[in-house]
Every structure is written in structure tokens, then in C-alpha cells.
């Protein structure tokens, strides 16, 4: 369900995760009312599709930000996660185990619950991430503009590294390139 609505509406996948959290925060505050196996089954049922939820929405959320921003190498994403969920399937029992003794399984299970419901609004500023996009695209646009005029000077005139003529092309005071000598690099005059 999550990864059909995500496909469809990609911009509101941290709209899925806040849920999802909301989902476990409640369903977590269930489990120490359950008196009998069979009434345990639907909260941990829920939990884990909460967990689903946030897993399918936040995972390619972090893959768009390496894409945008980094290089597009996606391993380093999906490794971070899986050793994040080792870290805590290995730990948490560690660490809880005493705060279980201390507060009780009861009170330990409403606390881990509404965190969870208290954490799902900060997903919020996740919606940003896809207005990323834009800005992205005008500085690709720019750098490939500039390779370009790059390139077509290297054709046209000769100009290279091992040249002794040879030229850098900066951004003229209208705003347009213009191509400027080793004078005027040297002089500092790289905008006039």
C-alpha cells in the first residue's frame, strides 16, 4: 500500500512516515493492555506495518538527498540503514532492559509510544527535500552552460592548457561569459 501510493504521489512521502510513526506510537501503547496471545497479535501486526510505512517512505526520501546533493551512489544509504537497524535490534534489549526494572513494562511501552506520536510531526520539514530539485537543475543548467562556452572555445580559437595563449572564460559585469587573457587574469580584472 505504502510503496503503490508512494509511486503515485512521490512528493508526500513524508506524509507516509509521520503515519507510520503515529501507527507505532499507538499501537505500542496497546501492547500492555493485552491480557492474551491472541489479542497481541493485531498491535504487533500494526507495529509492523507502521514500521513498514516508515521504512518505505523514508529510505527513498534519503536516496533522493544523495541523488540531489551527492553523487548518485546508493549503497551508503541502504548500508547506514541496515547497520542502524542491527545497532538497535542488538542494543536496545541491552539498554532497555534496566529501564524496564526501573519504570516497568507498562510505563517503558506508553513512553516509547507517544515519542513515537510526539517524533511523527518533525517529518514535516521533510517536505522540503523535493524543492531541492529545482535549485539543483539551475545550477546544473549553469555549470553545463559554462562547460559548454568552455568546449566551443577550445574548438573555435585553440585556446588550451599547454598553449601559450591561453584563456579562462569568467562571468562578464552584465551577467553573459566573456573570454578574457592572461592579462587580465593576472591583473585581477576577472569581472570587467
Not at 509511486?7 to 503515529?22: D, H, K, S, W
Not at 501503547?29 to 523514508?58: E, N, Q, S
Not at 537543475?137 to 553545463?144: G, L, P, T, V, W
Not at 592572461?182 to 591583473?187: G, H, L, M, R
Amino acid at each position: 500500500m505504502c510503496v503503490k501510493l508512494s509511486n503515485e504521489f512521490p512528493r508526500t512521502q513524508y506524509v507516509y512516515a509521520g503515519i507510520g510513526l503515529v501507527i507505532i506510537g499507538a499501537n505500542s501503547c496497546v501492547i500492555p493492555a493485552c491480557t492474551t496471545f491472541a489479542a497481541l497479535i493485531l498491535p504487533i501486526c500494526g507495529m509492523c506495518f507502521g514500521i513498514a510505512c516508515v521504512d518505505t517512505a523514508l529510505i527513498p526520501s534519503l536516496s533522493y538527498l544523495v541523488d540531489v546533493r551527492y553523487t548518485s551512489v546508493y549503497g551508503s544509504v541502504y548500508a547506514i540503514a541496515d547497520i542502524s537497524y542491527a545497532f538497535a535490534y542488538a542494543f536496545g534489549p541491552i539498554f532497555e532492559a534496566d529501564k524496564v526494572r526501573i519504570v516497568g513494562f507498562t510505563a517503558l511501552n506508553i513512553i516509547v509510544g507517544l515519542a513515537n506520536v510526539l517524533y511523527a510531526p518533525m517529518v514535516y520539514f521533510l517536505r522540503e527535500i523535493y524543492y531541492e530539485q529545482a535549485e539543483f537543475s539551475a545550477r546544473m543548467k549553469e555549470k553545463s552552460k559554462l562547460i559548454d562556452h568552455q568546449e566551443d572555445c577550445v574548438e573555435n580559437y585553440g585556446f588550451n592548457e599547454g598553449s601559450s595563449s591561453s584563456a579562462v572564460i569568467g562571468l562578464g559585469s552584465k551577467g553573459g561569459y566573456q573570454m578574457l587573457d592572461d592579462t587580465a587574469v593576472k591583473n585581477g580584472d576577472l569581472y570587467n
